[in-house]
């Protein structure tokens, strides 16, 4: 079960911590993955290291944020791994800028724009290249990382990200709508406080958890191979929370 053999994915921001964690584990799983990331460097060595356990990997640096970039970066990575399958839209916080938390009040429109850029529009950008291709062949998976900041309103300074992932998980039921008679899905996955965050702040969070432990990439992977393979078919506008039993980030 489970099984991505013969399948094409595209992980956006996958050139660490979580994307890369599900672009290892979908290798694993058989597909082809093709590793975005801003960064190139970060692209080919998460490729490198697939590769040299003899997985299939591409990697794809491009801005999520450029629609031309993505475009042409999609098709260069299809030329040499084939029609995507699978879509992850894994790029997010505030993209290639340093996530700066911040009330809304003290916010201008510049602070908004990376928030709103790569989290909304670059998921735009992203499941617009490759949808047709999926309704033309009548089978495709779309999967975009949420947040427990979109469905919950937090006191954290979060208030644009959390607006514009709400933003993302809800373009994806629409999606789902509008594809569900060609064979594609869309689902979100809404994340929890993950072990990326500071030592000092997550001894805290910990304490609010009930599994009482942080979420991994391995955690985020299990939750998008599952999304993505056959035998969630029926499945679809879906928001799965993987969030350790937390009702919110606390």
Not at 80 to 87: C, E, F, K, Q, S
Not at 114 to 138: E, K, S, Y
Request: hydrophobic share 50%.
């Amino acid at each position: 079960m489970f099984s991505l053999e013969g399948k094409t994915a595209l992980v956006t921001g996958a050139g660490f911590g979580m994307g890369a964690g599900v672009a290892r584990t979908f290798a694993r799983q058989g597909a082809h993955v093709i590793v975005n990331d801003l960064e190139s460097a970060r692209a080919e060595e998460v490729v490198a290291a697939l590769v040299e356990q003899g997985l299939a990997a591409t990697a794809a640096p491009f801005d999520v944020t450029n629609e031309q970039a993505v475009q042409d970066g999609i098709a260069t990575a299809c030329g040499a791994a084939g029609p995507i399958d699978i879509l992850v839209n894994n790029a997010g916080n505030a993209g290639g800028k340093r996530f700066v938390q911040k009330t809304f009040a003290e916010m201008s429109p510049d602070d908004w724009a990376p928030f709103l850029a790569v989290n909304l529009t670059g998921v735009m950008h992203c499941t617009r290249a490759v949808l047709q291709g999926m309704c033309d062949r009548g089978n495709g998976r779309i999967i975009t990382i949420s947040s427990e900041a979109a469905r919950i309103a937090l006191p954290i300074g979060v208030s644009v990200y959390g607006a514009a992932k709400a933003g993302a998980a809800q373009l994806m039921r629409y999606v789902a709508v509008e594809a569900a008679q060609h064979g594609v899905t869309a689902n979100n996955i809404s994340l929890g406080n993950m072990n990326t965050i500071g030592e000092e702040f997550a001894s805290e969070v910990v304490k609010g958890i009930p599994t009482g432990r942080l979420g991994t990439p391995e955690d985020v992977a299990a939750a998008a191979v599952f999304l993505a393979s056959d035998e969630a078919a029926w499945i679809t506008g879906a928001t799965l929370a993987v969030n350790g039993g937390s009702p919110a980030i606390q």
